[in-house]
């Protein structure tokens, strides 16, 4: 059964930006913090960005200054601002409920030079 969805992936250009969003099907932000994890084939899945029940938020050091972990929680959304973006940015995206241990399906970021 979906929990979280994950949209807003894409191609773009260095430089550009992107703006990830991950409904979740039901309130869970109160309950569970969350994150927005990475993978490239090959590798394991890393931790971008997490915020949790109060919102505090922190960042892997590769990608602090550009991106921006937020959520609505009338809307049930998280979102992951992404400015700056680098071809090493390139990556499936996925959100995570942490204490749910809830997965998103993915959204793919590709970034070129």
């Known amino acids: 059964q979906v929990q979280l969805a994950e949209s807003g992936g894409g191609l773009v250009q260095a430089g550009g930006s992107l703006r990830l969003s991950c409904v979740a099907f039901?309130?869970?932000?109160?309950?569970?913090?969350m994150g927005w994890y990475r993978q490239t084939p090959g590798t394991q899945r890393e931790l971008v960005a997490r915020?949790?029940?109060?919102?505090?938020?922190n960042y892997a050091e590769s990608v602090k200054g550009r991106f921006t972990i937020s959520k609505d929680n009338a809307k049930n959304t998280l979102y992951l601002q992404m400015n700056s973006l680098k071809p090493e940015d390139t990556a499936l995206y996925y959100c995570?409920?942490?204490?749910?241990?809830?997965w998103g399906q993915g959204t793919q970021v590709t970034v070129s030079s």
């Open positions: 995570r409920a942490e204490q749910l241990n809830y």
């Open positions: 039901r309130s869970i932000f109160s309950i569970s913090a």
């Open positions: 915020i949790d029940t109060l919102g505090m938020t």
